[in-house]
T-cell receptor
Framework: GENVEQHPSTLSVQEGDSAVIKCTYS??????FPWYKQELGKGPQLIID?????GEKKDQRIAVTLNKTAKHFSLHITETQPEDSAVYFC????????????FGPGTRLSVLP | EAGVAQSPRYKIIEKRQSVAFWCNPI?????LYWYQQILGQGPKLLIQ????????DSQLPKDRFSAERLKGVDSTLKIQPAKLEDSAVYLC?????????????FGSGTRLTVV
């Protein structure tokens, strides 16, 4: 089955700096990769996603890149702000299973003022 | 639009007791999911419903966990009897259907502590 790894597990950056979180997946048939942000006491919230036919996608300060050959994808946050502090999860969707996701273990991002 | 509603928010029970969680998905969402999130880990899918039918329950510990979605709307997840390792946040999510990413929304979860 699909396995998703995520690094680093914790990340601290100064406000205004960039943050990068990387994920790898094992099933080459996976075709959809969302990123979720989870704040304390809340459910995960989708922040950006990418499909396997696209190499890069950007939404304001957030971007995601996908390398299908290497089976890895990354989240890039620029000009970080204190409100970006949260736990971030990457996920991969297994084909033929609707929106049944396999999640990575998460990265705790701390943006220091 | 209203989000995915879950109750209760918190529950503390002793091991071997029973517990039930309730989820009300976004109106019109045909697909409903229950995830288990152990502290420090990513969510793990327990069961997926399409309307009131089960699509995937391969990771549901069926000897103690059960779930139902009557009338294709609300859903309940039950644990009987609970074990210490069941302590986790139980997240419910719903989506419009099979299309990637469209309307996939999580609730705030129920935090279960088994003592």
């Amino acid at each position: 089955g699909e396995n998703v790894e995520q690094h680093p597990s914790t990340l601290s950056v100064q406000e205004g700096d960039s943050a990068v979180i990387k994920c790898t997946y094992s099933d080459s048939a996976s075709n959809y990769f969302p990123w979720y942000k989870q704040e304390l006491g809340k459910g995960p919230q989708l922040i950006i996603d990418i499909r396997s036919n696209v190499g890069e996608k950007k939404d304001q300060r957030i971007a995601v890149t996908l390398n299908k050959t290497a089976k890895h994808f990354s989240l890039h946050i620029t000009e970080t702000q204190p409100e970006d502090s949260a736990v971030y999860f990457c996920a991969a969707k297994r084909p033929l299973y609707g929106q049944n996701f396999v999640f990575g273990p998460g990265t705790r991002l701390s943006v220091l003022p | 639009e209203a989000g995915v509603a879950q109750s209760p928010r918190y529950k503390i029970i002793e091991k071997r007791q029973s517990v039930a969680f309730w989820c009300n998905p976004i109106s019109g969402h045909a697909t409903l999911y229950w995830y288990q999130q152990i502290l420090g880990q990513g969510p793990k899918l327990l069961i997926q419903f399409q309307n009131n039918g089960v699509v995937d329950d391969s990771q549901l510990p069926k000897d103690r966990f059960s779930a139902e979605r009557l009338k294709g709307v609300d859903s309940t997840l039950k644990i009987q009897p609970a074990k210490l390792e069941d302590s986790a946040v139980y997240l419910c999510a719903s989506s419009t259907g099979w299309t990637d990413g469209y309307g996939y929304t999580f609730g705030s979860g129920t935090r279960l502590t088994v003592v």
